[in-house]
């Protein structure tokens, strides 16, 4: 183990790491950044600590995601990123995309990947959609360009609280990293 004596900094043991905590509910960050903007949103979640870090309920995740992309939409920020992130936070497929708005699937990933221009009245709908699925109205107020600057915005989404596993189970496996 490397001492202090080997860097130019302090270490630092977080309690969350620490083995006493493995296996306990409580509130940790769960990071969503929105695409290539620079946006990261953060919200204390409940989870439970994992040896690879907290373990988010999908519900939590789910939550936390529409919470974010809501206020993306208030924001009124089109872009294939936002777009992106908007239909995430609704819970639908490119797939689910090109069927909702008539369109190839080839048009759809163009969208997201910034090489084809989403269209303003997709996005608005998009948008309305993820607004009423979290209770939120959402108007045409859009930002400047210039406002599009890195940023962490904390968010409070109501997401469930897990239980805690019995004290005899072995920890589980991390989860696969998701691929968009």
Do not use: H
């Amino acid at each position: 183990m490397p001492t202090e004596a080997n860097f130019d900094f302090p270490i630092v043991e977080l309690e969350a790491d620490s083995p006493q905590g493995i296996g306990k509910v409580g509130l940790y960050d769960f990071l969503m950044d929105v695409g290539s903007t620079g946006i990261r949103f953060v919200a204390a979640l409940p989870g439970l600590l994992r040896t690879w870090g907290p373990e988010f309920t999908l519900a939590a995740q789910k939550a936390a995601y529409l919470r974010a992309a809501s206020t993306i939409a208030q924001w009124g920020i089109v872009s294939g990123d936002t777009f992106g992130f908007l239909a995430q936070g609704a819970g639908l497929s490119d797939a689910d995309l090109a069927l909702r708005y008539n369109v190839s699937l080839a048009t759809v990933q163009g969208w997201i990947a910034n090489t084809i221009p989403v269209p303003p009245s997709v996005w608005r709908c998009l948008a309305s959609l993820v607004g009423s699925l979290d209770g939120r109205a959402i108007s045409d107020f859009a930002l400047s360009p210039s406002s599009l600057r890195p940023r962490l915005i904390r968010i409070f989404p109501n997401a469930p609280m897990p239980s805690a596993p019995p004290q005899n189970t072995p920890p589980a496996c991390p989860p696969p990293p998701r691929i968009c």
